[in-house]
């Protein structure tokens, strides 16, 4: 267990301690959970009232609060909280875990494949013909890269990813369990003979540096060209990336969303939670869609969409009150 005194934390924080300053701090905790030694956090000042329920030692708060920590404990004042959290976390985090040797005997790697210093290959992992692993890349164990895909600098693949033929993945990404990233797109064209006929997906995928893409998730590769994920984008558990599919950098797409083909995201666009994206849509940049929308045309930057399907925000609130006015009259 991780014990670090509340002064050495505050100044890996940046911070400055009010209060008790002899605590030990051995883990972190959510405030009402938290209990005697564990630190938590307040980030926005309509949560300073729970402190006085709390059990924890000490609590990261925001310089501008005028909150008292009490008898015997302690805040680490910051610029922000929310930051400052994010940096405790990096100070408590557990290791990664372990390889006793770099590459483990039971993967199967291609005689044709690059591998950089520093790489890490877990067991029953697949390197396919002509694939390149940068320096510092991490495979976990059963994972699988096909034929020709490059993997960036210090990037993290865990285990049960597939990784199709020719996808280029950047450097500094983290792709969680069983995600596919290169899997077919969903190409279909009915046929009065053969019914519906398989249009072949002969492109790729290329993914950015410093994008996270989550556990089960799914990036479809091109019919041809590419689907293409900006630098920074986040992807959250059990989203799919139609085909073709171009999404800017900073992008962020909450669990079970989905983009159908040929949908572009400008920089900085938010997907919420299941939402789903109609084909050949653009949403431009800083552009938000609300969770469980449903976005049929194209929506400018800068706008927020509700509802299904998708009208804009403001809109979709004075439809909503309209119809909860309509219930209660019994109409």
């Not at 073709?244 to 992008?251: A, D, E, V």
Request: with cysteine; charged share 15%; glycine share 14%.
């Amino acid at each position: 267990m991780t014990t670090i005194t509340i002064e050495n934390l505050a100044s890996k924080l940046k911070g400055e301690v009010v209060g008790n300053k002899n605590l030990e701090i051995h883990s972190l905790a959510q405030m009402l959970e938290a209990t005697t030694g564990q630190l938590t956090f307040i980030g926005h000042k309509k949560y300073e009232k729970d402190w006085a329920d709390s059990s924890a030692s000490a609590a990261i708060i925001n310089t501008t609060s005028n909150l008292e920590p009490g008898e015997g404990k302690a805040f680490i004042k910051v610029e922000n909280a929310n930051f400052g959290m994010i940096d405790a976390l990096h100070a408590f985090a557990p290791p990664l875990p372990k390889f006793n040797t770099d590459i483990h005997p039971t993967a199967v790697i291609d005689e044709t494949a690059s591998l950089g210093d520093s790489v890490k290959i877990g067991a029953g992992v697949y390197i396919g013909p002509g694939v390149k692993l940068e320096d510092g890349v991490i495979i976990y164990p059963n994972a699988t890269i096909l034929d020709n895909s490059t993997i960036g600098k210090a990037t993290q693949i865990w285990s049960g990813v597939v990784i199709r033929e020719r996808t280029q993945i950047g450097a500094h990404c983290i792709i969680h369990p069983n995600a596919s990233i290169g899997a077919d797109g969903f190409g279909f064209e009915p046929h009065p003979q053969k019914g519906l006929v398989k249009v072949p997906q002969i492109g790729n995928v290329v993914i950015g540096n410093f994008v996270e893409i989550g556990a089960n998730a799914c990036v479809d590769r091109a019919k041809f060209s590419s689907t293409i994920l900006g630098d920074g984008c986040k992807i959250d558990n059990l989203v799919q990336i139609g085909h073709n599919s171009k999404l800017g950098m900073f992008c962020i797409m909450a669990g079970n969303s989905g983009l159908a083909g040929s949908v572009t995201l400008g920089n900085g666009v938010v997907i919420g939670g299941s939402a789903s994206i109609k084909d050949h849509t653009t949403i431009g940049d800083g552009a938000t869609v609300g969770a469980g929308s449903g976005v049929t045309g194209d929506v400018a930057a800068g706008k927020t969409v509700l509802g299904y399907p998708a009208v804009e925000g403001r809109t979709a609130l004075k439809q909503w009150a309209i119809l909860k006015r309509l219930a209660t009259k019994g109409l």
